[in-house]
């Protein structure tokens, strides 16, 4: 559907995009996720025409679009600031992009009340002017916008991040929904984790103009390719070294001068260990409550650790009491240091 060949992005002297290779497969929802000025929305823009790169192709459909104009390449875009024209009704911003094209009127009426139903706009709120609706409602006349003129694609760049904590997971659940109802290929850009690892398909993680990983929310959790990932995507605990030596004299297949880590929920507390898993003595030095499961913080003497652990109302231990953490070396993720040339990934 889209795909992205080698695609180099030059602001001056400064190199944006370094050959980002991307395909991104027909009705597939693709996350870019990355922190702050990695090139994910810049990466955005130039699929969408707004920037155009100093080298590779474009391509979407087939089409080399890489010269071609925003307006013929038939993509429908939200923007993070939704970039609504205020003083004008609710109707009348959704209705804009089919006026441009001289649709006639009956049918400009037809898609725009088609198109509101499906992203829960009620006629009430068509005749109002958008600057008199919530962040929530005005998020939905973006994309009703965005979809309304039929785009094979559609690309959302933050399009919550201007919303409150609540009303984000609500969106972002009714925008999964809705791209499920309606087929259509997404480009989604975030910064967010969860949100990527919740409504994605397939992630793509940027990291200083470069893509470290792409692959699915499991494998970019469970099986970071490399070390930026494996730290950017949720929480991790590193190793303290004197565990990795102490896995290695019990035979496990680990590097000493590796970086090794495991995910906070692979650590257990107090149960028996299984063959080849390592225990080892901690004292809880404190804990975090969230209801459906609480975090604590481990001290095994050289290093503090994050355990999650399910909340089952029983098994809750208290602050300095003494526990076994066990760790099972096949949950270990383990990455060569800076400049050694070799990659990392999940211990088998």
């Known amino acids: 559907m889209i795909r992205l060949n080698d695609i180099v992005v030059k602001f001056g002297d400064f190199t944006a995009l370094h050959n980002i290779e991307v395909h991104v497969k027909k009705g597939e929802f693709f996350t870019f996720l990355g922190p702050s000025g990695c090139g994910k929305t810049t990466t955005l823009r130039t699929i969408t025409g707004f920037i155009e790169p100093a080298e590779g192709t474009v391509m979407v459909e087939g089409r080399d679009v890489t010269h071609v104009p925003i307006e013929d390449r038939n993509i429908g875009i939200v923007f993070q600031s939704y970039a609504l024209f205020p003083t004008m009704t609710v109707y009348d911003n959704i209705a804009f992009g089919l006026k441009i094209r001289k649709l006639p009127k009956p049918e400009i009426d037809t898609k725009v009340r088609e198109i509101a139903r499906k992203v829960d706009l009620t006629d009430e709120q068509l005749a109002k002017a958008v600057s008199q609706l919530s962040g929530g409602q005005q998020q939905r006349v973006a994309i009703a916008r965005a979809l309304v003129t039929d785009p094979a694609i559609i690309c959302m760049d933050e399009p919550l ?140 003497g050289s290093q503090i650790i994050k355990v999650i652990e399910k909340n089952d109302g029983v098994r809750i231990y208290e602050e300095g009491q003494e526990v076994k953490v066990i760790l099972d070396p096949s949950d270990i993720m383990a990455y060569p240091p800076a400049g050694k040339g070799e990659t990392g990934g999940l211990y088998e």
């Not at 925008?175 to 994605?200: P, R």
């Not at 992630?203 to 959790?221: L, R, S």
């Not at 990795?244 to 090794?260: C, K």
Request: glycine share 4%; hydrophobic share 35%; charged share 25%.
């Open 161 to 300: 991040s201007n919303l409150d904590a609540k009303l984000r997971v609500q969106l972002r659940n009714e925008l999964k929904k809705m791209q499920k109802e309606f087929g259509i290929t997404t480009i989604y850009v975030t910064h967010d984790q969860e949100e990527a690892l919740t409504l994605s398909d397939r992630i793509a993680v940027f990291n200083k103009g470069y893509i470290e990983q792409i692959g699915t929310p499991n494998e970019v959790y469970n099986h970071s390719s490399s070390e930026f990932v494996c730290n950017f995507i949720g929480d991790i605990n590193r190793i303290p070294e004197d565990v990795v030596n102490r896995l290695i004299r019990s035979g496990a297949d680990l590097h000493p001068d590796w970086h090794n880590y495991v995910r906070l929920e692979r650590l257990h507390v107090n149960t028996p260990p299984a063959p080849g898993q390592l225990v080892l003595d901690a004292r809880v030095e404190s804990a975090e409550y969230y209801g459906l499961y609480i975090k604590y913080y481990m001290d095994l």
